[in-house]
């Protein structure tokens, strides 16, 4: 059979809900045969990413509403609604809110796909799992996620 489109309204798509985001799917890894993932992600004000890298996948952030700050190879980048930041291969990431009390949109696109897959394996997972460090560090390194720490003590943001 062969595939043709798909169609996912507002709010629409696999969800994943955690306690500083929730997450929609829009367009899966199956949906592209692998080249692919998009995804809506809406930060809550306790949102923060520590500092991580992926080797061999590329990820872009398309900024829907809110400010974000993303630390990216070194510098501090301040991303209001409209901004685009795109991260090749290979280059250390964190993000975090711009503001206290204060929520963001976003769209993220992950290339090639595989995050949504990530995703579901975290969604079926026990707490007891989740607080499971060697897990958590398999799990992360099976879908090229290569944690570095914390989110670095912000500095001034080289672009604004």
């Not at 997450?23 to 991580?52: I, P, R």
């Not at 992926?54 to 980048?77: C, K, P, Q, R, S």
């Not at 290979?90 to 769209?107: K, Y």
């Amino acid at each position: 059979m062969t595939k043709r489109y798909s169609f996912v309204r507002p709010l629409g798509g696999t969800d994943y809900e955690w306690s500083a985001d929730h997450a929609y799917v829009k367009v899966s890894a199956h949906d592209t045969d692998g080249h692919f993932t998009l995804m809506e992600d809406n930060l809550k004000s306790t949102f923060a990413l520590g500092l991580h890298r992926h080797d061999h996948h590329a990820e872009t952030f398309y900024i829907l509403e809110g400010n974000l700050d993303f630390h990216v190879d070194g510098d501090w980048i301040t991303a209001p609604p409209g901004s685009c930041l795109h991260i090749p291969p290979g280059i250390p990431h964190a993000c975090v809110m711009s503001e206290a009390n204060a929520s963001a949109r976003m769209l993220m696109i992950f290339q090639p796909a595989g995050f949504d897959l990530y995703l579901a394996e975290l969604g079926k997972m026990s707490d007891q799992q989740l607080n499971a460090p060697l897990k958590m560090q398999e799990l992360a390194r099976k879908y090229d996620i290569i944690n570095l720490g914390d989110v670095p003590e912000r500095g001034e943001p080289v672009i604004k």
